[in-house]
C-alpha cells in the first residue's frame, strides 16, 4: 500500500540495471501484498524471475478472505497511527511542550 518502499524500490532498482536474475521470496507478501502479478511482469521484461520459497496453498475463496482481512489490518493501523499522532501533538500543546502554530491538519 506504501509507495515509498526502500527494500522494494532497491530490487526494482537491481533488477533494471541487470544485477539479479532472480528475486527469491519467502512469501509472495513480503514482495507486495497487491500487484504481485505486475511485478512479476516488469521482471520478466528485464529477464528476472521470482521464486517464491513458501507459496501459498489457500483456494479462491480463502485467499481472498485473507486478502480482505490483510487489507482491513492495514488500513486499521493506519487509521490508529493516525489517531495516536493527533492525541501526542494535543497533549504536547496542552502541555505547553508544543505549539501547534505552523502545523498542517
Known amino acids: 500500500m506504501k509507495e515509498n518502499r526502500p527494500g522494494l524500490n532497491r530490487v526494482l532498482a537491481m533488477v533494471s540495471d541487470g544485477s539479479v536474475t532472480v528475486v527469491r521470496v519467502t512469501h509472495e507478501d513480503r514482495l507486495a501484498r497487491f500487484g504481485v502479478g505486475w511485478l512479476k511482469r516488469l521482471f520478466a ?13 489457500l483456494g479462491g475463496r480463502d485467499e481472498l478472505l ?12 493506519r487509521l490508529y497511527g493516525m489517531r495516536s499522532a493527533d492525541n501526542r501533538r494535543r497533549l504536547l500543546a496542552e502541555s505547553g511542550q508544543c505549539s501547534d502554530e505552523g502545523q498542517a491538519a
Do not use: R
Not at 45 to 57: D, I, W
Open 45 to 57: 521484461v528485464y529477464g528476472v524471475t521470482v521464486e517464491v520459497l513458501h507459496p501459498k496453498k
Open 66 to 77: 485473507e486478502d480482505f482481512v490483510s487489507l482491513v489490518t492495514t488500513f486499521a493501523g
